[in-house]
């Protein structure tokens, strides 16, 4: 067995299970990660100077695979559901020594790290794959120690990852080959069957999810977060696609992080170390941050090249729409360094509406903010999920609920106690449709939408005319500064008027038979803000 590094882990690994592996690689520098990826042909560099690896048959996260262990400490906690999907103990336990046995004879690569960038709340990771290149998406994506933390560091939990390790559904418990099952008790994530880096990370955002709210009254988040020069922070909800990360990629504003956040009583702070960025369509002209960070160090993920070049053509989706890129999060020429910032003062709710209905900005009030955050209203987007082919309207609370294993009210709660305490302004945005629904509409443009962001966080919106949406209340300012008036109003773009307002009233009608099931836990302030079908 031979060893790599200054540390040995050979008896962490041992305690494990991992018991005879063929060469133990820990803590390895991104130079040499790549190297050993390139070396083993299971990647290329390019003409940027970013890695490009194809993840294989998994190209975006598998939900219906994704299993918690239900045991004495989670039975009456986590909310049971088709994302929380329950796994006994013994079958945990089988799939465990099955994927430790997994690496007998194999190389295994190993990482330390963290998570959490208030240290109050600092999780200590150790992550095991059994490729270099998903050890590269580790260094980047998880806060990274200084080489002499490295001693003083003890793993709270272990994330194990093997692609060629497959479950045996008849006997292990699985839906399919593939898995990603999660113990609380353990302090354990495995993931076998399965190259898509995604997984890596949704699991450990998963786990925070259940720590934090639980055992700190902090709020969890799925957004991502800016600050400007006068300290001025804000935050963006939604889903993949919607964008939390183009939007938060502001050159004006430092950039805290793009994906997961944690709201206590007196900071925003970034879970990550880096970011995990789509890149279908990427250009330079409209995401340049973006754009600059793929360079050496940055991984590429199910891109194709210019026919017989090593240039990255964004706009092919051949493999799939879900094409993505990692790097630290220092690779944004203005990030906020440590990732932590001041309360907010704007929250954004990103949807990508596919009917076309909802405006392109409009204001909530804080039992309206209630009522959307717990609906999470919004479009899956093409590539996200595997077989999700096209823009499919959705429903998921507080824009996460794949990654949510407590009941939404505790986070809406939660959500509701800040917006009270703090009087952040809340404002809908809508980066989807107008003019009709998909197919038949055009995607708002990305220009528009930073226009109407930035007039509300420079509070060019405040002292403006606004009327109420006729269905769903929200109101919609009568102008924007840099974009044009007459598409504020979607009700205006919609050459058939009548249509739209059958439209409108038709997902008014989705959002109502949605909340039925959260409608015995809401005040009556929350279902007040329900809309006026």
């Given at each position: 067995?031979?060893?790599?590094?200054?540390?040995?882990?050979?008896?962490?690994?041992?305690?494990?299970?991992?018991?005879?592996?063929?060469?133990?690689?820990?803590?390895?520098?991104?130079?040499?990660?790549?190297?050993?990826?390139v070396?083993?042909?299971?990647?290329?560099?390019?003409s940027?100077?970013?890695?490009?690896?194809?993840?294989?048959?998994?190209?975006?996260?598998?939900?219906?695979?994704?299993?918690?262990?239900?045991?004495?400490?989670t039975?009456?906690?986590?909310?049971?559901n088709?994302f929380?999907?329950?796994?006994?103990?013994e079958?945990f336990?089988?799939?465990?020594?099955?994927?430790?046995?997994?690496?007998?004879?194999k190389?295994?690569?190993?990482?330390?790290?963290?998570?959490c960038?208030?240290?109050?709340?600092?999780?200590?990771l150790?992550?095991?794959?059994?490729?270099?290149?998903?050890?590269?998406?580790?260094?980047?994506?998880?806060?990274?120690?200084?080489?002499e933390?490295?001693?003083?560091i003890?793993?709270?939990?272990?994330?194990?990852?093997?692609?060629?390790?497959?479950?045996?559904?008849?006997?292990?418990g699985?839906?399919?080959?593939?898995?990603?099952?999660?113990?609380?008790?353990?302090?354990?994530?495995?993931?076998?069957?399965?190259a898509?880096?995604?997984?890596?990370?949704?699991?450990?955002?998963?786990?925070?999810n259940?720590?934090?709210?639980?055992?700190?009254?902090?709020?969890?988040?799925?957004?991502?977060?800016?600050?400007?020069a006068?300290?001025?922070?804000?935050?963006?909800?939604?889903?993949?696609?919607?964008?939390?990360?183009?939007?938060?990629?502001?050159?004006a504003?430092?950039?805290?992080?793009?994906?997961?956040?944690?709201?206590?009583d007196?900071?925003?702070?970034?879970?990550?170390?880096g970011?995990?960025?789509?890149?279908?369509?990427?250009?330079?002209?409209?995401?340049?941050?973006?754009?600059?960070?793929?360079?050496?160090?940055?991984?590429?993920?199910?891109?194709?090249?210019h026919?017989?070049?090593?240039?990255?053509?964004?706009?092919?989706?051949?493999?799939?729409?879900?094409?993505?890129?990692?790097?630290?999060?220092?690779?944004?020429?203005?990030?906020?360094?440590?990732?932590?910032?001041?309360?907010p003062?704007?929250?954004?709710?990103?949807?990508?509406?596919?009917?076309?209905?909802?405006?392109?900005?409009?204001?909530?009030?804080?039992?309206?903010?209630?009522?959307?955050?717990?609906?999470?209203y919004?479009?899956?987007?093409?590539?996200?999920?595997?077989?999700?082919?096209?823009?499919?309207?959705?429903?998921?609370t507080?824009?996460?609920?794949?990654?949510?294993?407590?009941h939404?009210?505790?986070?809406?709660?939660?959500?509701?106690e800040?917006?009270?305490?703090?009087?952040?302004?809340?404002?809908?945005?809508?980066?989807g449709?107008?003019?009709?629904?998909y197919?038949?509409?055009?995607?708002?443009?990305l220009?528009?939408?930073?226009?109407?962001?930035?007039?509300?966080?420079?509070?060019?919106l405040?002292?403006?005319?606004?009327?109420?949406?006729?269905?769903?209340?929200?109101s919609?300012?009568?102008?924007?500064?840099g974009?044009?008036?007459?598409?504020?109003?979607?009700?205006?773009?919609?050459?058939?008027?009548?249509?739209?307002?059958?439209?409108?009233?038709?997902?008014?009608?989705?959002f109502?038979?949605?909340?039925?099931k959260?409608?015995?836990?809401?005040?009556?302030?929350?279902?007040?803000?329900?809309?006026?079908?």
């Amino acid at each position: 067995m031979q060893v790599s590094s200054v540390r040995n882990p050979v008896a962490d690994l041992l305690e494990l299970g991992i018991r005879q592996a063929n060469r133990i690689f820990y803590q390895l520098d991104p130079a040499d990660l790549i190297a050993q990826t390139v070396a083993s042909a299971q990647g290329a560099l390019l003409s940027n100077g970013a890695l490009a690896v194809n993840t294989g048959q998994f190209t975006g996260r598998s939900p219906k695979d994704k299993f918690i262990v239900k045991d004495e400490l989670t039975a009456s906690s986590i909310n049971w559901n088709d994302f929380n999907i329950p796994i006994s103990p013994e079958s945990f336990d089988k799939l465990y020594n099955k994927i430790t046995r997994y690496f007998t004879g194999k190389d295994v690569w190993v990482r330390d790290g963290f998570a959490c960038a208030d240290q109050s709340y600092r999780v200590n990771l150790r992550v095991i794959t059994e490729t270099p290149w998903a050890n590269l998406f580790a260094y980047n994506m998880f806060l990274r120690p200084a080489e002499e933390e490295l001693d003083d560091i003890h793993p709270e939990w272990t994330i194990i990852q093997a692609p060629g390790c497959l479950a045996d559904p008849a006997t292990d418990g699985t839906r399919q080959p593939n898995f990603a099952a999660v113990s609380f008790s353990r302090k354990t994530i495995i993931i076998g069957g399965t190259a898509y880096t995604g997984e890596i990370k949704k699991g450990v955002f998963t786990i925070l999810n259940y720590l934090l709210p639980h055992e700190h009254d902090v709020l969890s988040m799925h957004c991502s977060a800016n600050v400007g020069a006068q300290g001025d922070t804000a935050i963006f909800f939604g889903l993949s696609g919607t964008g939390k990360t183009t939007l938060s990629a502001d050159p004006a504003r430092k950039l805290i992080g793009d994906d997961e956040h944690g709201w206590t009583d007196h900071n925003i702070f970034n879970f990550e170390g880096g970011c995990y960025a789509k890149c279908i369509d990427l250009s330079e002209e409209k995401e340049p941050q973006i754009f600059h960070a793929i360079r050496e160090g940055a991984l590429l993920e199910n891109i194709m090249c210019h026919p017989g070049t090593a240039d990255v053509n964004y706009a092919d989706k051949c493999i799939t729409e879900n094409t993505r890129v990692s790097y630290p999060l220092h690779y944004i020429d203005n990030a906020q360094i440590p990732s932590v910032g001041n309360i907010p003062d704007n929250i954004f709710f990103l949807t990508c509406d596919a009917y076309g209905v909802l405006p392109p900005v409009s204001r909530l009030t804080p039992e309206q903010a209630m009522y959307q955050f717990i609906s999470g209203y919004t479009a899956r987007v093409a590539g996200t999920e595997a077989g999700v082919t096209e823009p499919t309207a959705t429903f998921s609370t507080c824009f996460g609920a794949p990654f949510l294993p407590l009941h939404p009210v505790k986070y809406a709660a939660l959500l509701g106690e800040k917006l009270r305490q703090h009087k952040a302004t809340v404002w809908l945005i809508n980066t989807g449709w107008t003019g009709g629904a998909y197919g038949m509409g055009q995607r708002i443009k990305l220009s528009y939408t930073r226009a109407m962001v930035t007039a509300a966080l420079n509070g060019q919106l405040d002292k403006l005319a606004y009327k109420d949406h006729p269905v769903f209340g929200c109101s919609i300012p009568e102008s924007c500064p840099g974009v044009p008036s007459d598409i504020l109003d979607p009700r205006n773009t919609w050459e058939d008027k009548e249509l739209y307002d059958q439209r409108a009233n038709e997902l008014g009608v989705k959002f109502v038979r949605n909340f039925e099931k959260y409608a015995a836990q809401a005040t009556p302030e929350i279902l007040s803000a329900s809309p006026r079908i």
